[in-house]
Protein backbone atom coordinates (compact mmCIF):
# COMPACT_ATOMS: atom_id res chain seq x y z
CA UNK A 1 0.00 0.00 0.00
CA UNK A 2 1.09 3.54 -1.24
CA UNK A 3 0.44 5.23 2.16
CA UNK A 4 0.34 9.39 2.22
CA UNK A 5 4.01 9.81 3.51
CA UNK A 6 5.64 8.37 0.69
CA UNK A 7 2.91 10.39 -1.88
CA UNK A 8 4.62 13.11 -0.23
CA UNK A 9 7.91 12.05 0.33
CA UNK A 10 8.11 11.53 -3.30
CA UNK A 11 5.99 14.27 -4.69
CA UNK A 12 8.12 16.90 -2.47
CA UNK A 13 11.62 15.36 -3.79
CA UNK A 14 10.35 15.04 -7.30
CA UNK A 15 10.11 19.04 -6.99
CA UNK A 16 13.25 19.49 -5.33
CA UNK A 17 14.82 17.32 -8.07
CA UNK A 18 13.18 19.42 -10.73
CA UNK A 19 14.45 22.95 -9.02
CA UNK A 20 18.08 21.54 -8.79
CA UNK A 21 17.95 20.53 -12.48
CA UNK A 22 16.18 23.88 -13.67
CA UNK A 23 13.08 22.52 -14.60
CA UNK A 24 10.18 24.50 -15.75
CA UNK A 25 7.38 24.57 -13.25
CA UNK A 26 5.85 21.31 -12.72
CA UNK A 27 2.64 19.77 -11.12
CA UNK A 28 3.12 16.18 -9.82
CA UNK A 29 -0.25 13.61 -9.41
CA UNK A 30 0.60 10.69 -7.39
CA UNK A 31 -2.14 7.57 -7.14
CA UNK A 32 -2.23 5.20 -5.20
CA UNK A 33 -2.59 1.20 -6.43
CA UNK A 34 -6.79 2.10 -7.03
CA UNK A 35 -5.96 5.18 -8.71
CA UNK A 36 -6.93 7.47 -5.72
CA UNK A 37 -5.60 10.43 -5.65
CA UNK A 38 -3.23 11.02 -2.62
CA UNK A 39 -1.12 14.32 -3.45
CA UNK A 40 -1.72 16.59 -6.26
CA UNK A 41 0.97 19.52 -6.09
CA UNK A 42 1.41 22.15 -8.76
CA UNK A 43 3.87 25.14 -8.70
CA UNK A 44 3.78 28.66 -9.03
CA UNK A 45 3.70 29.53 -13.11
CA UNK A 46 2.49 25.91 -14.01
CA UNK A 47 0.63 26.51 -17.48
CA UNK A 48 -2.87 25.99 -17.10
CA UNK A 49 -4.18 22.07 -17.35
CA UNK A 50 -0.76 20.47 -16.19
CA UNK A 51 -2.34 18.78 -13.25
CA UNK A 52 -4.69 16.93 -15.64
CA UNK A 53 -2.21 15.92 -17.67
CA UNK A 54 -0.15 14.18 -15.26
CA UNK A 55 -2.97 12.77 -13.80
CA UNK A 56 -4.06 11.53 -17.25
CA UNK A 57 0.38 10.23 -17.49
CA UNK A 58 -0.31 8.20 -13.91
CA UNK A 59 -3.78 7.05 -14.62
CA UNK A 60 -2.89 5.71 -17.99
CA UNK A 61 0.16 3.62 -16.97
CA UNK A 62 -1.89 2.43 -13.67
CA UNK A 63 -4.85 1.53 -16.15
CA UNK A 64 -2.62 -0.11 -18.39
CA UNK A 65 0.08 -1.61 -15.84
CA UNK A 66 2.62 0.00 -17.86
CA UNK A 67 5.03 3.21 -17.71
CA UNK A 68 3.63 5.81 -20.04
CA UNK A 69 6.99 5.58 -22.00
CA UNK A 70 5.77 2.08 -23.09
CA UNK A 71 2.40 3.62 -23.66
CA UNK A 72 4.06 5.98 -26.11
CA UNK A 73 5.73 3.16 -27.95
CA UNK A 74 2.67 1.42 -27.76
CA UNK A 75 0.80 4.12 -29.73
CA UNK A 76 2.91 4.79 -32.23
CA UNK A 77 2.64 0.87 -33.32
CA UNK A 78 -1.08 0.67 -32.71
CA UNK A 79 -3.05 4.32 -32.52
CA UNK A 80 -6.12 2.68 -33.01
CA UNK A 81 -5.69 0.36 -29.57
CA UNK A 82 -4.59 3.01 -27.86
CA UNK A 83 -7.21 5.41 -29.02
CA UNK A 84 -9.74 3.20 -27.82
CA UNK A 85 -8.24 2.55 -24.41
CA UNK A 86 -8.24 6.41 -24.23
CA UNK A 87 -11.78 6.35 -25.08
CA UNK A 88 -12.54 3.40 -22.17
CA UNK A 89 -10.46 5.35 -19.62
CA UNK A 90 -12.50 8.41 -20.09
CA UNK A 91 -9.65 10.16 -22.24
CA UNK A 92 -7.45 9.51 -18.46
CA UNK A 93 -4.65 8.22 -20.68
CA UNK A 94 -1.57 10.34 -22.11
CA UNK A 95 0.85 7.81 -23.82
CA UNK A 96 3.97 10.41 -23.51
CA UNK A 97 6.85 9.43 -20.72
CA UNK A 98 6.14 11.08 -17.35
CA UNK A 99 3.95 8.56 -15.82
CA UNK A 100 6.18 6.30 -13.90
CA UNK A 101 4.42 3.01 -11.90
CA UNK A 102 5.47 2.73 -8.22
CA UNK A 103 6.31 -0.51 -6.67
CA UNK A 104 7.38 -1.90 -3.87
CA UNK A 105 9.24 -5.04 -4.82
CA UNK A 106 7.77 -6.62 -7.46
CA UNK A 107 3.65 -4.97 -6.90
CA UNK A 108 2.75 -2.05 -7.97
CA UNK A 109 1.59 0.39 -5.16
CA UNK A 110 0.63 3.28 -7.31
CA UNK A 111 1.64 5.67 -10.26
CA UNK A 112 2.92 9.24 -10.36
CA UNK A 113 2.55 11.83 -13.40
CA UNK A 114 4.28 14.77 -13.72
CA UNK A 115 4.00 17.43 -16.67
CA UNK A 116 5.03 20.96 -16.99
CA UNK A 117 8.52 20.06 -19.00
CA UNK A 118 9.82 17.81 -21.47
CA UNK A 119 8.52 14.98 -20.98
CA UNK A 120 12.08 13.56 -20.93
CA UNK A 121 12.25 16.09 -17.76
CA UNK A 122 8.93 15.16 -16.61
CA UNK A 123 10.22 11.23 -16.24
CA UNK A 124 13.12 11.97 -14.58
CA UNK A 125 11.39 14.26 -11.64
CA UNK A 126 9.20 10.96 -11.08
CA UNK A 127 12.03 8.76 -11.17
CA UNK A 128 13.64 10.82 -8.25
CA UNK A 129 11.04 10.97 -6.37
CA UNK A 130 10.33 6.99 -6.24
CA UNK A 131 13.65 6.92 -5.83
CA UNK A 132 13.70 8.85 -2.38
CA UNK A 133 10.86 7.73 -0.90
CA UNK A 134 12.64 4.56 -0.93
CA UNK A 135 10.47 2.81 -3.65
CA UNK A 136 11.17 1.68 -7.01
CA UNK A 137 9.45 3.17 -10.81
CA UNK A 138 8.89 1.54 -13.87
CA UNK A 139 8.89 3.99 -16.50
CA UNK A 140 8.30 1.63 -19.11
CA UNK A 141 11.57 2.09 -20.80
Known amino acids: MLTLTQARTLAEAALSHARAKG???LSIVVLDARAAR???LTEDGCSLKRAEIAYGKAHGSLAMGLGSRALMKMAAE???FIN???HVADGALIPVPG???IKSGNEIIGAVGVSGDTS???EDAALAGIAAAGLTGDAGA
Open 84 to 86: AVT
Open 120 to 122: DAD
Open 38 to 40: KVV
Open 78 to 80: RPN
Open 99 to 101: GVL
Open 23 to 25: YKP
